[in-house]
């Protein structure tokens, strides 16, 4: 298990700096509170289960700007991912298709997939690791129309900052992943991701927005790079190019 632990300088400034905001911000908080009330029925946030630094599960705060009913419907949507790859036909295990020939068992116990197909434990695995490591609709129809407002301005990620607070994550850092992203992320390119902590705001939000779409391979390598370089100098630098990067159209 990975345990790395963020600088007191690092620290100490989220605290100052997540308190501070959450004061001055307070106005906005309660405005977008009050707008998501009367959009729609439902809770106001939304928590859901994070993985952070050293691999460790917190839950993450949000504004819900998705209709209450978004996470049942989210294999309804999969096909629209943008992080999947171009659909192929399963090219099956060639062991099972040995013994189809003869005996007509499959290599490992059988499985049946979400289409009722029967494959065995290691096609299963295999086209579990060849999936997409990230998961992001465009035009998602889940979304409210206050709620596209407020993922355009960023105002959704600031209940985040109670988070910050918290010591869940940092102002900078590499994004908070969804249990399903996580479980993919563990392979040796992936890993050092995991050495630097969760951030509001981090190295490839603030390079490639607005720079088109970014691949799963670049997301991994900006976030190794910045697990490599943090500290509170580099932070300092990011969080100056976050205010622009916000004007810029979300691509990421």
């Not at 997540?18 to 439902?42: D, F, T």
Request: glycine fraction near 8%.
């Amino acid at each position: 298990m990975l345990s790395p632990r963020p600088s007191l300088a690092k620290r100490a400034f989220d605290i100052a700096a997540s308190a501070g905001a959450l004061l001055v911000l307070s106005p906005v908080l309660l405005l977008a509170a009050l707008a998501i009330r009367l959009e729609s029925r439902g809770p106001v946030f939304y928590a859901s289960w994070r993985v952070g630094a050293g691999y460790r599960r917190f839950r993450l705060f949000k504004f819900r700007t998705m209709y209450p009913d978004a996470d049942q419907r989210l294999k309804e949507f999969a096909h629209l991912n943008q992080y999947a790859a171009e659909a192929e036909a399963p090219a099956g295990c060639p062991d099972c298709a040995r013994l189809a020939e003869t005996t007509g068992e499959t290599c490992s116990p059988p499985l049946v997939s979400d289409g009722g197909e029967v494959i065995c434990e290691a096609e299963h695995r295999r086209r579990q690791l060849a999936g997409p490591a990230f998961f992001k609709l465009k035009d998602d129809p889940r979304i409210t129309r206050v709620g596209r407002f407020l993922r355009n301005t960023s105002i959704d990620e600031l209940p985040q900052l109670v988070n910050v607070l918290r010591g869940d994550m940092s102002l900078v850092g590499n994004r908070p992943l969804p249990l399903y992203e996580a479980e993919q992320l563990t392979a040796d390119g992936a890993v050092a991701r995991w050495l630097a902590p969760a951030g509001l705001t981090g190295l490839w939000q603030v390079t490639q927005r607005g720079t088109g779409e970014v691949t799963p391979e670049e997301r991994i390598a900006l976030d190794n790079t910045y697990a490599e370089r943090h500290g509170l100098g580099f932070d300092l630098r990011l969080i100056a190019k976050t205010v622009p990067a916000l004007f810029q159209s979300e691509n990421v």
